[in-house]
């Protein structure tokens, strides 16, 4: 029963994501309800799973094919925990979306992208074979690609091409890695990698490839250009991409290959914290500098992904426990940002903060629920992201590197001065534009709902914890 949990979990959305625009032909409404169908289905199944794995089974599902492709899907917890994370956020955004999208072109591929994008985040996760993850991998970039391109203006075309591009040559890199794996192995699955990276180094070469295409895909430095430009797209994709699936798939990646199955050498880990201070700090002042709501927004996005990285690179059982939960509170709070970004956008017809103010006076519901995604960023107790800064902060003085403390305690700083500005300029002083009151009642709801996660993940942060050490003691022991 559970080895057919997870192939539905995988085959729901991914093949759901192919019948969606026959049925928009016949009824709209219902290829909506199916679409949210499909992407709640993945979520149910894999919160039913977390009992089974935490208590430390693995459900595996293997078909052995040629040439070593073979089609392995393997839940174990690392791989729950993405996948609960990232369709529950998901289906929040799908809502969003129904009355956010009913007046826009091109519908029918905005809901089949959307799910089929989720489908292959679901099919990457449990992947278990190089091979089955890198062609995931390289799905998620066809659907993003058509997503971030959704309005079709030349501009938007090209960012999205752009976006293409820069994470396609990175994800070509990561197989030149995947290759090497293999000619050292003999294998491209993941158990025997695993044992055999036991006794053998990974050499330098190697790490440097996958390295490339994780951090194109999670948009670091220096990778990092295409994500900003891709606010272009409709809030809601630009909430997928950087809160939910796209952006996580390279820092789940990181932990899935580099703790789990490869030995983190010294060298890796002396690298991987520098480039994510560099670019949690660059990034950080570009979003301060900054007058385009969505794109402040985003270069929060690489900014906090630096410190995503920070804590799984540094290996220890605290670094890697503060990771994964930042990748929890991150997820929602940044869904919850450009939910309300979106809104703002469509009811005052504007994305130059210089030129908005006072909407709190139209937008209050809006307004609070952004201020309370925005104290979740910034690490202000007693909302959620505290605790998960908190757990990388603490392994990064345990590392005892005094100089990258420094760095990204000035970028802990630049997000609270970077947010606040944000907030002051959007949100209070004078109302200077005509704006409707609010959005619809399904989009205020969608980000009232984040907005009381954000809350409720700190004041009930006892629960996320205890999923995420049962992650991290699991996977230290896979080591």
């Known amino acids: 029963m559970q080895n057919i ?10 093949i759901g994501a192919f019948l969606l625009p026959l049925i928009g032909r016949l009824n709209r409404g219902l290829r909506n309800g199916l679409a949210f169908i499909f992407v709640l289905c993945s979520c149910l199944l894999s919160f039913s799973l977390l009992p ?58 905005y ?37 971030i391109g959704f309005f079709r203006k030349k501009t938007d075309v090209l960012r999205a091409d752009k976006a293409f591009l820069v994470t396609v040559f990175g994800s070509l890199l990561m197989l030149l890695g995947f290759v090497s794996i293999y000619q050292q192995t003999g294998s491209f699955d993941l158990s025997v990698i695993r044992e055999y990276f036991r006794h053998n180094p990974l050499s330098a070469v190697t790490a440097a490839l996958i390295l490339a295409g994780i951090f194109s895909k999670s948009a670091t430095l220096p990778f990092h250009t295409w994500l900003p430009d891709a606010g272009v797209a409709p809030s809601p994709v630009t909430a997928l ?51 385009d709501f969505k ?16 804590g799984l690179s540094l290996g220890t059982e605290i670094g890697v426990f503060g990771g994964l939960l930042y990748i929890l509170m991150h997820g929602i709070a940044k869904a919850g940002l450009f939910l309300c970004a979106g809104i703002v956008e469509q009811n005052a017809g504007s994305k130059d903060i210089t030129k908005l103010g006072g909407l709190f006076k139209v937008m209050p519901l809006t307004a609070v629920s952004f201020l309370f995604c925005v104290f979740s960023v910034m690490g202000i107790p007693p909302f959620g992201g505290f605790f998960s800064k ?51 009642s399904l989009m205020v709801a969608s980000v009232v709902i984040l907005a009381l996660a954000c809350l409720a993940g700190g004041f009930f942060v006892g629960y996320p914890s205890k999923v995420v050490q049962s992650v991290v003691n699991q996977m230290l022991t896979q080591q």
């Open 111 to 147: 809901y089949s992208m959307v799910v089929l994008f989720l489908g292959a985040m679901m099919g990457l996760v449990f992947s278990a074979n190089l091979i089955l993850m890198y062609i995931f991998w390289e799905i998620t970039a066809i659907s993003s690609w058509r997503l």
């Open 52 to 109: 089974c794995v935490l208590s430390g089974k693995v459900i595996e599902i293997a078909k052995y094919l040629p040439l070593g492709f073979n089609f392995i899907l393997v839940a174990d917890s690392l791989a729950v925990f993405m996948a609960c994370v990232s369709s529950a956020i998901s289906a929040v955004i799908l809502l969003f979306s129904w009355d956010y999208i009913s007046h826009y072109d091109n519908q029918n591929e």
């Open 241 to 291: 991409l950087h809160a939910a699936v796209l952006v996580k798939i390279g820092v789940y990646v990181y932990a899935r290959l580099f703790i789990v199955n490869f030995p983190v050498s010294l060298l890796l880990c002396s690298i991987v914290p520098w480039i994510a201070g560099v670019s949690a700090l660059v990034c950080g002042g570009a979003a301060l500098i900054g007058t």
């Open 295 to 310: 794109r402040i927004v985003a270069y929060s996005t690489i900014s906090q992904i630096g410190f995503i990285f920070l």
């Open 390 to 440: 908190y757990m990388v902060f603490s392994a990064l003085v345990g590392n005892g590197n005094q100089m990258l403390t420094f760095i990204f305690l000035i970028g802990a700083i630049l997000t609270i001065l970077y947010l606040a500005r944000l907030f002051m300029l959007v949100f209070t002083g004078e109302l200077r534009i005509a704006a409707k009151r609010e959005g619809s």
């Open 5 to 14: 949990s997870l192939l539905l979990i995988v085959c729901v959305p991914a």
